[in-house]
């Protein structure tokens, strides 16, 4: 199936035959791809990621069909050289019984993708959750809101200076933590919602 | 709001044709009606299947529009279990993670931990020895049992067959017996952790999954007499929820539910971990699409699951269970008493935890409900950069409106018996 | 002790017992379950018993406590377990799970409750008439349990009123039984006039 080594690892290389066929029909989509630990990641220009999925998704030798999701990987300490946020999609190819992850970066003030959503039904719900919880913005999605969170939460958790913390736990080294709000040392890490 | 299809012109439509049939069932000649069915409005009705409902099969809630009784369009409005374990998992590190990977998919644990493991192993470079892949496949395959009896029980119970639920819940009790034998725990065990397992079986495993496997075929020969053959389950189920294969594929959909529609994908056989390539076992294929097919699939499933456990048990390899790689594993007791390297070492590893190389993997497993994906995404330090988990309730529950479109409400609630969703999965 | 004929459910017999077995038990203010002993059989063949009001009620009252349905996660599935046959919750009368909070006593927290649910814990609380317990089973329910985070509720004491607390992840269905009858005991304790104020 593909012309690459074995690694190690249950899986051998995967994502070769949807680089070779990128490379012939679309060259001038594909910015860079990288292989380690046996898979293939492409990265894809934000305008031609929908021509590239579509030609994957039917073209015979690739039929990645089946939409397996969309996400993004937060990376503030790489601006402004390289754009803050890494869009992650993999498709699989069940006919061929391989996999591929597309990769689309967007900075951090203008992080808009175009949607997949006519082109898998199913990228609609992970579309709604990458941006409720990371805040991508997916152009031409006909109803873009939140899914996971409440419709009324401000901030988007899964971003990196967005801070986790329920509740303070006070332990003996920490008992100021038990107090109330009001009386709390004001360096706590975290804020309680 | 999303889009619904056009309500049909004012006249006859399918509710009328119900009804026509039911006339022909009765042998009421037409002119002998005294109600002609034609559409007075086309409004429909907004109803709320609340997050707290006893068929909805955890937290979800299904904003319907119900024409009469024939659910016109479904909104699922799912997150009432978000538990936000993508950001959990940035804050732990790898071991520390693998309790909270057992509870998202809260019906099989293991799956979820081997998936994680595995994914985490593959970064690390770290291969497990092969008593410990046999026996992560023994405890995954008996979580796949475990996790469609529950399936098993409650679906009957929403169609209102109450004998399922018990006998279900006796034969789980087996397996959770297993559970805490190995691990001390019923249910979320933690027993597959990374570079291998918690640590070894004790002697009484064996007699224990012996006789598992020995009476469970039995077992399911008695629940498929309850019900398989039964002419109302199959009036409720047959012909209904019908998902073609190109819209699962398009929806995403794996698992039971699309091997249910005919697509004949099984990551265990394409994408074989964890040494599942040296067991046969078959994987069954629906016809239809249909409820009753997703049925027939998951019952024999179970069947399949016990022979990969009889061959696994009897073919079952000596040797240790956990990986010797010294970046994972901790030193041996008798070392740390004698090297304060392996002291430092071990010390190290129980706090700050091992750190894992840069890089980013998907690894994927078959759960009961479909492909569980671990997207790791790793910074060279000892926690997870981002770990995205690829939820196959997710998936399937976005299928959801597009199967309930046409069906009258009771449908609707076996449907969503039969997709097998688990809340935790769906929200994480 | 009092007329012939009289069960030992007396306010002076009780009183003589709860000393001696309060020690034993260490429950604080829960008055133990009464039992039929050697002198209530002696007094049932006369056919007249006499206790209190208050008595009567609590018994009526913790005897069948049937619980609303409200299974969040993985609790839910050890509660199912506990209503399954081999732990039968059953026979603590729990009968049946009741869909409708109208129609229930008891709500069993069952899972972790994230800030999107918390409302709707609240409506079914306030949807249940009175009287009402709740009992908050997990260690999630409890305290918000492992997730410290944005997303979960630091225990559903935050929201509704808890009367037992049951610790564990997820407790076994022994343990949920032991919070089922230490609801009871307190339920046997409670005052009738003094009801939630």
Known sequence: MTDLEESSGPHPAAGTRALNLLRRELPDAVLADEESFGEVTIRVGRDHLVRVARLLRDHDEARYDLPLFVTAVDWPDREPDVPRFDVVYQLRSMQHNDVIRLVVQVPGDDPRVPTLEGVFAGMDWHEREAYDLIGIQFEGHHDLRRILLPDDWEGHPLRKDYASFGEPIAFTHNIEWALPAQERPPEMPGSSR | ?428 | MGLNGDLALTPSAVLGQRESLATSLGDAGALPLPRVGERERAALQSGILTTTVEKLVNWGRYSSLWPALYGLACCAIEMMGTGAARFDMARFGCEVFRASPRQADVMIVSGRVSQKMAPVLRQIYDQMPEPKWVISMGACASSGGMFNNYAIIQGVDKVVPVDVFLPGCPPRPEALLDAVVKLQQKIAGSHLTSWRG
């Open chain 2, 1 to 428: 709001m999303s889009v619904l299809p056009p309500i049909g012109p004012p006249g006859r439509d399918a509710a009328s044709e119900q009804y026509d049939h039911g006339r022909e069932l009765l042998g009421v000649a037409p002119e002998m009606d005294a109600i002609d069915l034609v559409q007075l409005d086309d409004q429909t009705m907004e109803l709320n299947m609340g997050p707290q409902h006893p068929s909805t099969h955890g937290v979800l809630r299904l904003v319907l529009d119900l024409d009469g009784e024939v659910v016109r369009g479904c909104r699922p409005d799912i997150g009432f279990l978000h538990t936000g374990f993508e950001k959990d998992f940035e804050r732990h590190n790898y071991q520390q993670c693998i309790p909270y990977t057992d509870r998202m998919d809260y019906l099989s644990p293991l799956s979820n931990n081997l998936g994680f493991s595995l994914a985490a192993e593959r970064l690390l470079g770290v291969e497990v020895p092969p008593r410990g892949q046999y026996l992560r496949v023994i405890m995954c395959e008996l979580a796949r049992i475990a996790s469609h009896l529950i399936w098993y029980g409650t679906s009957a119970l929403d169609l209102g067959a109450t004998t399922p639920f018990v006998y279900a819940w006796r034969e789980r009790e087996k397996i959770l017996d297993i559970n805490e034998l190995v691990s001390g725990v019923r249910m979320h065990t933690s027993f597959i952790r990374v570079g291998g397992l918690m640590a070894d079986v004790p002697a009484e495993f064996y007699g224990m999954v012996e006789e598992v496997v020995k009476t469970f075929p039995h077992r399911i020969d008695e629940y498929e007499t309850l019900i398989t053959g039964n002419p109302i389950f199959r009036e409720r189920t047959q012909g209904l929820g019908v998902l073609s294969p190109e819209d699962a594929i398009n929806y995403g959909v794996t698992g039971p539910t699309l091997r249910g529609s005919g697509v004949p994908y099984d990551l265990r056989k394409a994408q074989p971990y964890s040494s599942y390539d040296q067991f046969d076992f078959d994987v069954p294929i629906g016809r239809r699409g249909d409820i009753y097919d997703r049925y027939l699939v998951r019952m024999r499933e179970m069947r399949e699951s016990l022979r990969i456990i009889d061959q696994a048990m009897a073919g079952l390899p000596e040797g240790p269970v956990n990986s010797t790689d010294r970046k994972v594993a901790l030193p041996p007791r008798n070392e740390i008493n004698t090297s304060m390297e392996s002291l430092i070492r071990h010390f190290k590893l129980v706090t700050e935890g091992f750190r894992v190389p840069t890089g980013t993997v998907y690894q994927a497993v078959e759960s009961p409900r479909g492909e569980l994906g671990f997207l790791l995404v790793s910074d060279g330090s000892n926690r997870p950069y981002r770990c995205k988990v690829r939820a196959p309730s997710f998936s399937n529950l976005s299928a959801l409106p597009h199967m309930a479109k046409g069906e009258l409400l009771p449908d609707l609630v076996a449907v969503i018996g039969s997709i097998d969703i688990v809340l935790g999965d769906v929200d994480r």
